[in-house]
Structures are given as C-alpha cells and as structure tokens.
C-alpha cells in the first residue's frame, strides 16, 4: 500500500492564480481531512469528508473547495490563491471517527507571491 | 472558541530522562485525545490515543487524561535523542479534529 499520497510537493502560486492539490489513499478508508500548517504551528482543519460525496467545513475553509467523488481521492482547491494561504498542506486519511488512527500524506508545502 | 493549548517549548531534557508533555483544552465535550510526533519537516505520526480517564502506557510513553481538569500529557521515560521532535496534542469532538501548537523536545544526549 502507497497509503496517503499528495502532489505536487512543492509549489509556488501567484496572487490570484488557482491551483488544486491532490490526496489520494489507497487504504479505502471513508475518512479524509484536509490541514494546513503555518511555521510553529498546529494543523488547522480546512475540509473533511466522511464518505464519498459527503464532505463538511472544518475550522479555516475561507477560500477553499473541495469535492469527494471517490472514496480515494479527495482533492482540495484553491481559488484565487492569497499570500495568507502560504502553508504547508496535509492530507490524512482514517478508517472511521470511531478508530484511532489518522495517517498523514507527506504534504504539499505552497507558496504564494 | 475550542482551543488546545500547550507549551511552545523548547523543552531539554538529558538522555535518559523523563519528558513530560503537558496539553489543556476548553471543549468539554471532547472525546478523544491524540498524541502526535512530527520531526522537522515531516508529517505527523501517531505516538499516543486516549479516550478514558487515567493512565494508558505504550512502551516508553504513557499518556494521562483527566477531563475535569481538561487536562492530558505524555510522559516520554528513558528519552533518547531521536524522541527529539514536536509534539502535538490533538483533540477530537464530533469529527472537529483541534491541535495545539506543538512543543519542541529536545534530548541531550
């Protein structure tokens, strides 16, 4: 198993452009959650999803978007990207709010100028 | 306003010592608690989960709830200098996943 996979790793935006980042899990887990972290920072939930076609506001979804049609996928757009949404971007999956276990992707560390 | 709040840190300790961890939060309708090891430049790993009252040992780590104080920390025994790392606390409600800043630990050796 991949487990949590994001892309791209790295990525640098301009003001107002739009971009969307991937996850994608390949442990057909019903659970996924988008975070971002600034430097010395916790995560801050943005979106999570609870099943396909299901997906819900966390704490900080201002000028975010996403979808759920797959159990695997869960992408996360950014529309008319901001200096504010420089972040390093997390992707996690779980089984169920009932399990333990959130697995984290390794991240998409976003730019934007 | 839930929050979660811990000790930014830097906390040293020498190899071989206990680390204590120490978390509050003001949700008192949080269910589970969550602790969290990311080394610099990394994603979180889960170290530590508690859901009850008391006392829940993992190895080396053992992590202690008491909801009336809200009020959880991880005691990291015999540290070694690869626990170096941050620490979050993470702390769940009704799917509404809240984490603290982090503390940074690092071990001496």
Redesign the interface.
């Known amino acids: 198993n991949a487990g949590v996979t994001q892309t791209p790793k790295f990525r640098i935006l301009k003001i107002g452009q739009s971009m969307t980042l991937q996850c994608t899990q390949d442990m057909n887990h019903n659970?996924m959650?988008w975070?971002r972290q600034d430097p010395?920072?916790?995560?801050?939930?943005i979106y999570?999803s609870?099943g396909a076609g299901i997906t819900?506001k966390?704490?900080v979804p201002n000028g975010y978007n996403v979808s759920r049609s797959t159990t695997e996928d869960f992408p996360l757009r950014l529309e008319l990207a901001a200096p504010s949404q420089t972040s390093v971007y997390?992707c996690a999956s779980q089984v169920t709010?009932s399990t333990?276990?959130?697995y984290?992707?390794?991240?998409t560390r976003l730019t934007v100028l | 306003q839930k929050e979660v709040e811990q000790n930014s840190g830097p906390l040293s300790v020498p190899e071989g010592a206990i680390a204590s961890l120490n978390c509050t939060y003001s949700d008192r309708g949080s269910q589970s608690f969550f602790w969290y090891r990311q080394y610099s430049g990394k994603s979180p790993e889960l170290i530590m989960f508690i859901y009850s009252n008391g006392d829940k040992e993992d190895g080396r780590f053992t992590a202690q709830l008491n909801k009336a104080s809200q009020y959880v920390s991880l005691l990291i025994r015999d540290s070694q200098p690869s626990d170096s790392a941050t620490y979050l606390c993470a702390v769940n409600s009704n799917n509404d996943m809240r984490f603290g800043a982090g503390t940074r630990l690092t071990v001496k050796p």
């Open positions: 659970y959650y975070y010395g920072m916790g995560l801050k939930l999570y609870v819900d966390g704490e997390f709010v333990d276990t959130q984290f992707g390794p991240g």
